[in-house]
């Protein structure tokens, strides 16, 4: 692994869910390294093992926006989420992954998250947006019920602001009926377009919901180069793998 490291400090810990937390990040001295929504970083928090987390922010603004889900496996996500604070010191190299923002793409944007894998699209419909993008820009978030959704009330609020963005809340297993869409966030999409041709497709997510949205989108006629996805795994899903990158989101 490459990539810039800095020393940085804990600017703010935020609950946005009972189980997510969004933690902002600023450098102790001098700038941030450089990264392109979308992108992740490693994180190291006091002696524990590196930690690969999305960076749900676009790049400027002089900090690092995380969103931290708590796993139940007694990791680094569990400790950010319970003990984590404000001025606490964070180590972080970055940037890296190559499903990041494609900024000369003229057609429209699909963007579509399960869980934490809303950061890095956060990341990139922002970038998208500030950008000036004229094309239409579509988000589609999925949780499995009412008790993991985070940050609607924002993307509500950007559709105000940009006529072109569209924002949809999908839940799989609901437990009350809010008027939101129910069923799988892929079902929802391809019930939603005939054809995805022309469009660039951004996911992260779930693996289970990553690999059904991939095969969803070569069924509406998107070929391959315009899908970028990350495949987010929990820290006993990568034990159980033996596999060194974790959970990105």
């Excluded at 190559?98 to 956060?122: C, N, Q, S, V």
């Amino acid at each position: 692994m490459t990539g810039d490291v800095v020393a940085c400090r804990v600017k703010a810990v935020d609950m946005a869910s009972p189980d997510v937390r969004i933690v902002r990040l600023e450098a102790e001295h001098g700038p941030l390294f450089d990264w392109r929504a979308g992108q992740y970083a490693s994180f190291r928090i006091c002696e524990m093992e590196p930690r690969d987390y999305s960076i749900a922010n676009a790049p400027g603004g002089g900090e690092l926006e995380l969103h931290i889900r708590r796993s139940g496996a007694g990791g680094v996500s569990d400790f950010i989420c319970n003990d984590l604070k404000a001025g606490d010191p964070v180590d972080v190299q970055g940037a890296f992954g190559g499903a990041y923002f494609r900024t000369r793409h003229e057609g429209p944007l699909l963007a579509i998250a399960g869980g934490t894998g809303l950061a890095p699209m956060k990341a990139i419909v922002e970038a998208a947006l500030a950008s000036g993008l004229k094309q239409d820009v579509h988000l589609y978030f999925g949780v499995k019920d009412e008790s993991e959704i985070y940050l609607e009330r924002h993307f509500i609020e950007l559709t105000h602001r940009h006529p072109n963005f569209r924002f949809v809340t999908v839940i799989s297993d609901p437990k009350e009926n809010s008027g939101r869409r129910s069923g799988f966030v892929s079902d929802a999409v391809a019930a939603d377009f005939q054809l995805l041709y022309g469009f660039q497709c951004y996911i992260a997510g779930p693996p289970a919901m990553v690999e059904a949205s991939v095969h969803m989108l070569g069924l509406k006629s998107v070929p391959r180069h315009d899908i970028f996805a990350d495949a987010f795994y929990t820290e006993a899903q990568m034990q159980a793998k033996g596999e060194p990158r974790p959970d990105w989101g």
